[in-house]
C-alpha cells in the first residue's frame, strides 16, 4: 500500500513539475513586471490552478498566484 | 617639254607621298587625343540624363508633399482606436496571461491614479503621472517588441493620444 501511495505520489510531483517554455516566460515576464528581481526562470512547480512557484536563476524562488483577479508575486 | 613636265610631275608626286608617308605617321598620333575627348562628351550625355532625374523625383516631393500633409493628422486620428489596441493585446500571443492578468492590474491601477487626480485629489500631480504612465508604456511595448512588433508599433504611436484620454477627465469617462 506505501508502495502505491509513494507511486502516485511520484507520478503527480512529476506531472506537476512541468517545464513548459512558454509558462516560464509567463512566469519571468509577471516576476519583472512586479519589479522582483529573477533574471530568469529556470524551473516552476505547479501548485494548483494559477499557483505557481518559479526558480529563478539567480537562485530567488516565488510564489506566482491569483488573488482577487490580481497576480500576486510572493518571495519564497 | 611634256616629259620635263612629267618629270615634274612625277616627283611632286614622289615628294608629296614622301610628305604624306611622313605626315601620316605624326598623323596617327593626333587621332589618340581626339578618343579621350569624345569620353567626356558621353558622361556629359550621362551626367544629363542624371540630372534629369534628380530634378524629376524632386518635383514629384512637392505635389505629394502636399496632399499628405493635411493626411497626415487625418491618419493620426484613427491611429488611435483604444478598443482595438485593447482588443489587440488581449488577444495576442506575445504576452502569457499571467502577464497579461499582471498588466491589467498595472493599468487599472495607473487608471485610478488618474481618477483620483480628476476627482481633485492631488498629491500625484499630472507632471507626476507621466513617469509611471512612460514606465508602463515601456513594459507593454518590451514584452511585444519581440513577438508582436505591428502591435507594439502601433501602441508605441499611440503614445501622446492615450496620454490626452488619460489626462482629460472627459475623455477618460468615456471609456471607463
Not at chain 2, 67 to 87: G, I, K, N, T
Request: net charge positive; aromatic share 4%.
Amino acid at each position: 500500500m506505501k508502495r502505491i501511495l509513494f507511486v502516485v505520489s511520484l507520478a503527480a510531483s512529476i506531472a506537476t513539475a512541468a517545464d513548459d517554455p512558454k509558462q516560464r516566460q509567463d512566469l519571468t515576464a509577471v516576476i519583472a513586471l512586479n519589479g522582483k528581481p529573477c533574471g530568469e526562470v529556470v524551473s516552476y512547480v505547479v501548485q494548483a490552478d494559477n499557483d505557481y512557484v518559479a526558480t529563478c536563476k539567480d537562485g530567488n524562488r516565488y510564489r506566482v498566484h491569483v488573488k482577487d483577479g490580481r497576480v500576486i508575486v510572493e518571495k519564497q | 617639254m611634256d616629259h620635263r613636265a612629267t618629270d615634274r610631275y612625277q616627283s611632286l608626286k614622289l615628294a608629296f607621298a614622301i610628305l604624306l608617308l611622313a605626315a601620316g605617321c605624326k598623323v596617327v598620333p593626333p587621332p589618340a587625343p581626339p578618343p579621350p575627348t569624345p569620353p567626356p562628351e558621353p558622361e556629359r550625355k550621362e551626367a544629363a540624363p542624371r540630372a534629369p532625374p534628380k530634378a524629376a523625383p524632386a518635383a514629384p516631393p512637392k505635389s505629394t508633399a502636399v496632399v499628405p500633409a493635411p493626411a497626415a493628422p487625418r491618419a493620426a486620428a484613427p491611429a488611435l482606436d483604444l478598443r482595438s489596441l485593447e482588443q489587440r493585446l488581449k488577444d495576442t500571443n506575445a504576452i502569457g496571461v499571467l502577464t497579461k492578468l499582471s498588466l491589467k492590474n498595472q493599468v487599472d491601477d495607473l487608471v485610478a491614479q488618474f481618477r483620483a487626480f480628476h476627482d481633485g485629489r492631488q498629491p500625484p500631480t499630472l507632471t507626476e503621472l507621466r513617469r509611471p504612465y512612460e514606465l508602463l508604456l515601456m513594459k507593454v511595448l518590451s514584452l511585444l517588441q519581440d513577438s508582436d512588433p505591428a502591435l507594439a508599433k502601433e501602441i508605441n504611436a499611440s503614445r501622446e493620444a492615450i496620454w490626452s484620454v488619460l489626462s482629460d477627465r472627459n475623455k477618460l469617462s468615456q471609456f471607463l
